[in-house]
């Protein structure tokens, strides 16, 4: 039997199982189908008759590209979670009439992909010359970050229907009683992963300023680049000695939020949107959060009343408590599973 809404997903093991099981606990699944391909892994997706996890082999890449083009002509919406795959642009570039039924979930680094791509190579200028029109013609984009849209217009002349949308449920608001603190120690965050994109060094290069403060500096390397991940620790040692840890080790969701709980300044020093998940938590639980202030999730933040801090005015002075307090109102408001629900409801129908 046809489904109403397709979803295909690359390259991810992080935001899809808990996508999945919103849907299905919701909506009508079965209405809906998941085509699955990337780093997917089968200990973390529940195996549903309509969830199709491709085989990592070339036999099996080909099987799911086919069945993707098949699904795409039959589904009513076709809900596409990234834009990493250029194989699929690929297709849809080749098949544009498929592109009115299409709806994008930027995530920011395929919005982005074009100014940090390196185009030293033919091929991947000619990748650029083909994301171009899909961009510029697929029916829907979605993000509740309006200034990425308003980027996708820009850069690529995007002409398809806006639709706000928080997009996964590590979006989401969650309740965390805090404990009380028992030292002076300041706890401070810096980036969230081993990628170059979240400017370690330039942070560390501000940190350095207070590093004879009692502060505690914390960086989540877990995942990302190993290599990048071993310079940023010896970095951070040099600078800051027993000031400095790095977290290499995936943490469970509930020990994460825990952690989070305990940090007091959280710095993400990205130059696009990035880290969003993170940025949302610690907000919600009351947290001061510096970024850059040409980040389309500053806008975003300022627009909603939130309190975020330009990175140039690196400090440790408190926020006011009428901030936090006004922070976490507006983030449990905002970013709820009834919000959730209505945006979802709005797509799906």
């Not at 795409?72 to 009439?97: E, N, R, S, T």
């Not at 081993?194 to 877990?222: C, M, R, T």
Request: charged share 25%.
């Amino acid at each position: 039997m046809n489904k109403k809404i397709l979803h295909i997903a690359y390259n991810d093991d992080k935001f899809m199982p808990q996508f999945i099981e919103f849907v299905k606990l919701h909506f009508d699944f079965n209405e809906h189908e998941f085509l699955l391909t990337g780093r997917m892994v089968q200990d973390k997706i529940k195996r549903y008759p309509n969830i199709q996890l491709a085989e990592r082999s070339i036999p099996g890449y080909f099987k799911h590209y086919g069945k993707s083009i098949i699904k795409m002509h039959q589904a009513q919406k076709v809900i596409l979670h990234g834009m990493f795959d250029i194989k699929l642009v690929y297709i849809l570039f080749f098949m544009p009439w498929l592109l009115k039924k299409c709806y994008w979930f930027i995530w920011g680094g395929d919005l982005y992909e074009y100014k940090l791509r390196e185009t030293n190579f033919r091929w991947k200028l000619l990748d650029d010359i083909v994301r171009r029109p899909v961009i510029k013609n697929i029916g829907h984009l979605i993000t509740y970050i309006k200034g990425d849209y308003e980027l996708a217009k820009q850069w690529y002349s995007a002409k398809g229907k806006y639709h706000e949308c928080i997009m996964y449920t590590s979006n989401l608001y969650r309740e965390y009683e805090i404990p009380q603190k028992q030292n002076s120690c300041v706890n401070i965050l810096v980036g969230n992963s081993a990628d170059p994109s979240n400017n370690h060094i330039d942070a560390f290069d501000k940190l350095e300023a207070l590093s004879g403060k009692d502060i505690k500096i914390y960086v989540p390397l877990s995942y990302g680049n190993p290599d990048y991940a071993k310079m940023i620790i010896e970095q951070g040692h040099r600078r800051f000695g027993e000031k400095f840890e790095a977290l290499t080790e995936y943490m469970p969701f509930n020990k994460y939020l825990e952690f989070l709980g305990k940090i007091d300044i959280a710095i993400f020093n990205h130059k696009r949107q990035q880290a969003m998940g993170n940025t949302i938590t610690l907000l919600g639980l009351g947290k001061k959060v510096f970024m850059r202030r040409d980040v389309t999730p500053w806008a975003f933040f300022k627009s909603n009343g939130i309190t975020v801090y330009d990175i140039k005015d690196l400090s440790l002075f408190d926020s006011a408590n009428r901030e936090i307090e006004a922070n976490k109102h507006i983030v449990k408001s905002y970013f709820s599973e009834k919000t959730f629900l209505n945006q979802l409801r709005e797509i799906f129908n």
